[in-house]
Structures are given as structure tokens and as C-alpha cells.
């Protein structure tokens, strides 16, 4: 089935110790976006790739990257998580702006 | 700037109606409407563009009022499997997705 899958679904790093969140889509879709979301909390948009043009959100702190390096994955780069950054990462995408999004399934990230 | 959702909670007995509202300070080109259920993804409901439309899914219907820049999400007759939360996503023309905080429904049998 067509879909978009999250690797790994649980992740524990330590503080400091980069790490990176891996998503993936079936859905041939144009565009990814990464979102954090903690526990009892809305989805915060982090930033979105519309094919290969990356748009940041401007209060993503730039401990966070991301990568596209094509249209089927993209990845989330965490180079020195805080105790902070512990939280659920969902990766949703959609075929074009303003569709609906298809959420993974999410990786929860526990930072020790 | 993140939409406003109210009520932040509302507990259903089965077959009850509901009605969430998601109103925004900014001008919307769309509302996005989608439910989680605890230690699961958002799940897409319905998405409505500017122009005032209104828009139904089985049960479950929505309008955008584009000159308030207000949204409302009606739950009719609900069901059990309607208990979630329910996050309203805004976006203006320049494709920046904000959610509300959410609105837990719980139904009862």
C-alpha cells in the first residue's frame, strides 16, 4: 500500500549526541514537511521541502536540518538535541500546497 | 501565529452533536481539518479553501466563513469512533501550516 513510513519509530539519544530521523513515501508527492510535536500539543510545523526547495520556518532552531535527496525521502538532522527536543517527529506529505497531508507514523525521540 | 480552537474539550454521549470552531487573525487561503487518536498520526478529514465553502464527510461536515477568517467542524449523531482530538491547520498564501491546539472529544456509549 502506498504510505509514508518513519524509521525508527522509537529513538533514545543522548544530550548532545547528533541524530537523524529518516521518512519515506510511496505517494510520489511533491511535498515533505517535517513537524515536532509534544506530549498534549499541536503539531509545530518545522519546515517543508516542495520538490527540492526547502522552506525553513523562522522560529526552527538551527540545531535542525534537513535533507531531500530525492522525491521518495527525506530526513530530519538533530546535531545537538537538548533535553527539550524530546518529543514525537511526524513527517507528513501531500501531492501539492494546500492538499491534504499523509502523516507517518511518527519517530518518538527521548533525549537522555 | 497559531489559530485559536475552542472548546479545548467536550465529552459526548453517543448520537450527540458537536460543533468546534477555529478562528484565525490572519487572512486564510485554507482551513485543514484533522483528527488524532492518542499515540497515532493526524488523520485527514477535509480541507477548505478560501471562497466560503462548506464541505461534508459522512457525519462529519465543515464551513469557512473567509471574511471572519473562521472555520467550524460539525459532528453529527456521533459515534464512539468519533472520540479523538481534533486539530484545525491554517494555512495563509504563503503555505505556512499552523494547528490550533486541539480540541479533545470524548464519546460516551
Known amino acids: 500500500d502506498a504510505m509514508v513510513i518513519q524509521n525508527p519509530r522509537y529513538q533514545v539519544t543522548q544530550f548532545g549526541k547528533p541524530v537523524t530521523l529518516s521518512c519515506s513515501q510511496t505517494?510520489?508527492?511533491?511535498?515533505m514537511y517535517w513537524y515536532q510535536q509534544k506530549s498534549s500539543q499541536a503539531p509545530k510545523l518545522l519546515f517543508h521541502y516542495y520538490d527540492k526547495d526547502f522552506n525553513n520556518e523562522a522560529d526552527t532552531p538551527d540545531n535542525f536540518q534537513s535533507r531531500r535527496p530525492n522525491t521518495s525521502f527525506c530526513f530530519l538532522d538533530i546535531r545537538s538535541p537538548g533535553l527539550g527536543d524530546a518529543a514525537m517527529y511526524l513527517c507528513?506529505?501531500?501531492?501539492?500546497?494546500?492538499?491534504?497531508?499523509?502523516f507517518g507514523p511518527g519517530t518518538r525521540l527521548t533525549v537522555t | 501565529q497559531q489559530p485559536v480552537q475552542s472548546p479545548q474539550a467536550v465529552i459526548l454521549r453517543e448520537g450527540e452533536d458537536a460543533v468546534i470552531n477555529c478562528s484565525s487573525s490572519?487572512?486564510?487561503?485554507?482551513v485543514h481539518w484533522y483528527r488524532q487518536k492518542h499515540g497515532e498520526a493526524p488523520v485527514f478529514l477535509m480541507i477548505?479553501?478560501?471562497?466560503?465553502e462548506q464541505k461534508g464527510h459522512e457525519k462529519i461536515s465543515a464551513s469557512f466563513n473567509e471574511k471572519k477568517q473562521q472555520s467550524s467542524l460539525y459532528l453529527t449523531a456521533s459515534q464512539l469512533s468519533y472520540s479523538g482530538t481534533y486539530f484545525c491547520?491554517?494555512?495563509?498564501?504563503?503555505?505556512?501550516?499552523?494547528f490550533g491546539a486541539g480540541t479533545r472529544l470524548t464519546v460516551k456509549p
Open positions: 491547520g491554517t494555512e495563509t498564501n504563503n503555505n505556512d501550516m499552523r
Open positions: 507528513a506529505t501531500s501531492s501539492d500546497k494546500s492538499y491534504e497531508q499523509y
Open positions: 490572519k487572512a486564510l487561503y485554507s
Open positions: 505517494l510520489n508527492h511533491n511535498v
Open positions: 477548505l479553501l478560501k471562497g466560503g
